[in-house]
Nanobody, 114 residues
């Protein structure tokens, strides 16, 4: 069974918004950390945001003030609200879980047009 399933990606104009969702299995979600990575072909993957079970958050400097990570513990769901999107945000976004963010989903594609 798929343990991390992302959704919500799509095509959006610069300045627009998208909300990504991740449905996680309970065993992964029960671990301390959940997060979002993004990756572009030929480039290194980047940790965009992360959140602990206690609600502590991390954001990459490039997305601070624009992206918000959240989690719904009752539904085993992880979210990434993305506002003021820029073309440089275009990437395949992966949900990740586990204490070391070791488990990855297949990803959902976000494309931001200029």
């Amino acid at each position: 069974q798929e343990q991390l399933v992302e959704s919500g990606g799509g095509l959006v104009q610069a300045g627009g918004s998208l909300k990504l969702s991740c449905a996680a299995s309970g065993s992964i979600f029960s671990a301390n950390n959940m997060g979002w990575y993004r990756q572009v072909a030929g480039k290194e993957r980047e940790l965009v945001a992360a959140i602990s079970s206690g609600g502590s958050t991390y954001y990459a400097e490039s997305v601070k003030g624009r992206f918000t990570i959240s989690r719904d513990n009752g539904k085993n769901m992880l979210y990434l609200q993305m506002n003021s999107l820029k073309p440089e945000d275009t990437a395949l976004y992966h949900c990740a879980g586990g204490d070391g963010l070791d488990y990855w989903g297949k990803g959902t594609l976000v494309t931001v047009s200029s």
